[in-house]
């Protein structure tokens, strides 16, 4: 028997652990509570678990601490973008404002000028060019016409010079070859503003006898058949002497060429198209003076 | 030398096994770090050491996760025997043959967790099987690890 058990020891130690192990759970379901061992095997574990515990707790709150990070990463990175979208979207915003107070104030002109026009943007800015021209995205097929007055907001542009089925070129006031008849608004002398290819235009045959002060605002005469009366052009910026009975005045146009972005066409189907410029009258008010070719 | 470090590390497999509870208790279920240990044990020194290996892990294991005790060092026991008279028997020398046993270890440690369970008269809370293969892979991917670490760092 003895020989037997000792062949056989490892099952024989098996059975004894399965059998203690089996008595020890029936107690333990009879008792329905813990045994006193168990208390024993925990007190036995308790260091090593607090330290395990502890050195787990630890890389648990540096992966948190990570996780966290990362977490945050994203979260600004997302957050970034949406600045970014919203501040394109605030700028389209703002930029649809701007235009809309333009479109509305020239619609606001469009309504009181009493004749048919029509609103065109700016396709191209030459205003600081050898030939101060702007290119405008209506053309024949829209009703514009050579000599039409283009006219903006603040004042008049200039007026259109060639046309193409869809684009249109313009001459602004201030080009070395335009001409635009006027007169001071507050003292009714007639004058021919010529443009010199700069920002500003110079006022001609202005008799050092009349009444004309800085300040005083230049509107359109009529006069050269293009443009309509009472349009506002440009205010005197400089009073100089000149030369003989002559002064040398320079304007500064109402409007800014640099920043126009829309204009309006006046739709006027009477207007004579000057082949050649008119020579100019030394002394009297200008009848009839025009443009000449920006080209 | 060799003893301590065996003892080491069966209480630490336990000790680490209950502060993963702790921390998520979802995660422990990925693993069974006292089986892990036991298996190695088994394999390493035969049925003997994984007996002992395995009451004592698994009794550290049920006092520590509050369990009926002995259901866990049941379970460990006859399975470390097992695998341990298997590891006499058959070469599991390659890591993958011993990713296997324990594998099969630890669906035939869980099972013999729920039927003594059952024979004493527990009912179980929840199905045990999805936790079982979860607890399978979770073991095979450790051991994967350590087994093959631990043999290049002792050859055997």
């Known amino acids: ?295 | 030398m060799r003893l301590f470090l065996g003892i080491l590390a069966v209480v630490a497999s336990a000790a680490a096994q209950a502060a993963l509870s702790g921390i998520s208790p979802r995660w422990a279920t990925f693993f069974d770090l006292p089986l892990v240990v036991v298996i190695y044990y088994a394999i390493a020194k035969g049925p003997n050491g994984a007996l002992l290996a395995g009451t004592s892990a698994g009794l550290l294991q049920d006092s520590l996760e509050g369990t009926l005790l002995g259901v866990s060092a049941l379970s460990k026991s006859l399975v470390g025997y097992l695998v341990g008279m298997v590891g006499l028997r058959f070469a599991l020398a390659p890591v993958m043959s011993r990713v296997l046993v324990l594998a099969a270890a630890t669906v035939l440690s869980r099972s013999i967790e729920v039927g003594t369970l059952a024979i004493m008269g527990r009912r179980l809370a929840y199905s045990p099987y999805p936790t079982m293969i979860t607890t399978m892979l979770g073991n095979c991917l450790l051991a994967a690890m350590t087994y093959g670490a631990l043999r290049r760092e002792a050859p055997e």
């Open chain 1, 1 to 295: 028997m003895l020989h037997f058990l000792r062949d056989r020891r490892s099952a024989v130690l098996l059975m004894v652990v399965a059998a203690s192990l089996f008595v020890l759970m029936a107690v333990q379901v009879h008792q329905s509570g813990p045994v006193g061992s168990e208390g024993f095997l925990l007190r036995l574990a308790s260091p090593l678990l607090r330290g395990a515990a502890a050195v787990t707790g630890s890389l648990s709150g540096v992966w948190n601490d990570y996780v966290d990070l990362r977490g945050t990463r994203r979260r600004n990175e997302s957050l970034e973008d949406e600045v970014t979208r919203l501040r394109l979207e605030l700028q389209k915003l703002e930029e649809a404002r701007l235009q809309n107070d333009r479109l509305r104030t020239l619609l606001d002109l469009k309504d009181g000028m009493g004749v048919p026009s029509v609103a065109a943007a700016v396709i191209s800015n030459n205003s600081l060019g050898l030939t101060h021209t702007l290119l405008l995205d209506r053309g024949e097929l829209s009703g514009l016409r050579p000599n039409m007055p283009v006219v903006s907001s603040m004042g008049v542009v200039g007026r259109v010079w060639t046309v193409s089925p869809r684009v249109a070129k313009v001459q602004l006031i201030t080009d070395a070859q335009a001409g635009t008849a006027v007169l001071v608004q507050r003292t009714r002398v007639q004058a021919i503003l010529v443009g010199t290819g700069s920002d500003t235009c110079s006022l001609q045959y202005v008799s050092t006898l009349e009444e004309i002060a800085e300040g005083d605002l230049l509107v359109t005469s009529g006069q050269d058949g293009i443009y309509p009366k009472g349009l506002p052009v440009g205010v005197v910026s400089r009073l100089g002497q000149g030369r003989g009975i002559l002064r040398s005045i320079a304007v500064t146009p109402r409007a800014d060429f640099r920043k126009l972005e829309e204009v309006l066409v006046m739709l006027r189907g009477d207007i004579p198209l000057p082949e050649a410029p008119a020579p100019p009258a030394a002394s009297a008010a200008p009848q009839g003076a025009s443009a000449g070719d920006p080209r």
